[in-house]
Structure formats: structure tokens, C-alpha cells
């Protein structure tokens, strides 16, 4: 399912992959996971869209093939492919840790195909070992909502109180990970998202309610995925001093002023770009330990465009997943 022209729906198209280079695997795609991201590249507001494009970033699939100088994965194995699919190793960014930051980077389902398919090609040095025991479906949302959601959690800080803002795919498994260090959770979702609040009730929020509302507790910190601008302002007038507010999304509308005083007291606003492979190496095993379990609403491969629809609604709850037919 591929995107011809930003703002279009999404097309079904036949293509033949050519065989794996070197580093790449050929993957077999059981299941792809629909993120905001998605909706980005759709509506245009990421730069640079390369058209046309096959999105999709959250890749559980089957190795089918593999390149002459792939020696991780064998024919078989299960693997993820996230959003970060590529970076120079060359660059101050790289050479410091911080690949997610390179300025080269190639990203899946963004400046390279991605799983809104039945194949995909992938360095198979980003790709991810993953459980085979489990549904390519519940394991789809892990591989963006949850792991950049992690990195966002991580940079929130160790503090008690945690609001959530935004309570969607990334919220509803950073919930389960809060619940499980003993922090409590506040969610905040669009006004009057009454099944949203419930949602984040029974995942544990120790309160729900409207991204206008105050939470009845202070805030150590915040993190925000809905791509709101104004939750900005928001969230700093119900962190603590010292508190942080995470921005965990690739694009959000324009923040409106607010007064200093609400980021006065030392209050910082930061913002998570991407991912490493490290922190892929270190979310998915804790994924699996913790048994994480992702809400998800299936759609076949040919209703893409219906599940980013859904997405866009803010009527699903947890995780749209793509399922594909077998090849
Ligand atoms: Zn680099
Ligand atoms: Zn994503």
C-alpha cells in the first residue's frame, strides 16, 4: 500500500523487490503496526517525502532471504524492523552514541519502503531479534510505540508522578512499564473521550481525564504524545518545579506563547528524536520480561487507508495493526 502524492490515499501497487543486498534481509511481512507517524508522512508534514513511498515502521516479519554478508539473522528467524533503518557510523552523532541524531539517517517507511507490505528489504544490522512465540500482531506496536515511547519514558526521569498526554498506542504500554516500577500514571485525553479514560483506567491510571483539566496531584513530570502544540503550556502548568515535559512526537502543530512563570522553577521542556539500536536491544528483552500486552484493532493489508482513518478519529483504542496476507 504505497502513497503516490502527500495527501492522497494510500494505493495498492504490485512491485518486485530485487534480492537482498549485502547487509539486507528480505522479509516475509506478517504484521505492520499504523503509527502517528504515518499520518505524518501522509499529510505531508514531514520534509523531504520521497514519493513514491511504502510506509510503515513497526515490522514483525520472517526472514525469506538474506544478503552474502548477513551473519545475525538465518533464513526463518523472526525479526522486527523499526524506524531507524540506516546511519553513516562516520558523524559526531554517531561516533558519540547518538545515532538517532545522525544527519544522514534513513528511516523505514519514510525515506525507504516500509511494512504496508508483504515484503520488505531491511539492513539487517537495525533489525531486531524478536520473540516467535508470540502474535506478529501484539508484537507489531512494540517496535515504535513502545520503543520510542521508552526512550521518552526514560527521559521523563525517575519521578513518582507520570501524565501521560495522549493515551494511545505509545501511553497504553508506557502505562503497564509505570504501573510495573510502582509510579503512578495520570492520562489525559481529547475532552470528553469518556472510552479513552476507562481505557487508561484499566491499564492502571491512577486518574483520567481531559488534557485541560488539572491532575489531582502534581506532576514530576509529563510526557506528550498527542501532536498538540498547546499540551506544551499545558503540561508545564501541571509539572512541579524541577519537573520535565517530554515531547515524544516527530511533529506537532505550532506552540502557542505562554507566560515564563510556568516554565520558571527549573522546568524543562525537551524532545526524543528516533531511536538507537541500543535502545532497541534493551526495550524489546524488557518488553518480553514484563509481558507487555498491546491492545490492538486488526485490519488487513488492503484496508490501510481505513486504519489510519481510525487512527486519525481518536476513536481506537491502543494500537492499529496491519496483518498481511500470505504471499
Ligand atoms: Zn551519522
Ligand atoms: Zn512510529
Known sequence: MRLQAPGAPLTLSELTLPPPAAQELLIRVEA???CRTDLHVLDGELPDIRCPITPGHEIV?????????????????????????????VCRYCRAGLENLC????????????????????DARYCLPLPADRPAAALAP???????????????GDGENLGLYGFGAAAHLLAQI????????FAFTRAGDREGQAFARSLGAAWAGSSSERPPRELDAAILFAPVGALIPAALAAVRPGGRVVC???HMSDVP?????????????????????????????LATRLGLTATV???????????LERLRSGALQGAAVLEMPAN
Open 178 to 185: 509505570a504501573r510495573h516500577e510502582g509510579r503512578q500514571v
Open 142 to 156: 512494540l517496535l515504535c510505540a513502545g520503543l520510542i515511547g521508552y526512550r521518552a519514558y526514560r527521559k521523563a
Open 257 to 285: 506563547a505562554f507566560p515564563y512563570r510556568i516554565l520558571w522553577g527549573e522546568r524543562s521542556v525537551v524532545s526524543v528524536a528516533n531511536l538507537t539500536r541500543a535502545d532497541g536491544e534493551a526495550f524489546i528483552p
Open 32 to 34: 505492520c503496526g499504523v
Open 103 to 122: 544527519p544522514q539517517a534513513r528511516f523505514t517507511g519514510y525515506t525507504r519502503d516500509g511494512g504496508y507490505a508483504q515484503q520488505v528489504l531491511a
Open 297 to 307: 484493532e486488526r485490519f488487513a493489508l488492503a484496508d490501510a487507508n481505513g486504519a
Open 61 to 89: 516479519g520472517v526472514v525469506a532471504a538474506r544478503g552474502a554478508a548477513v551473519t545475525r539473522f538465518g533464513e526463518g528467524d523472526r525479526v522486527g524492523v523499526p524506524w531507524l533503518a540506516w546511519t553513516c557510523g
Open 248 to 250: 515524544a512526537g516527530i
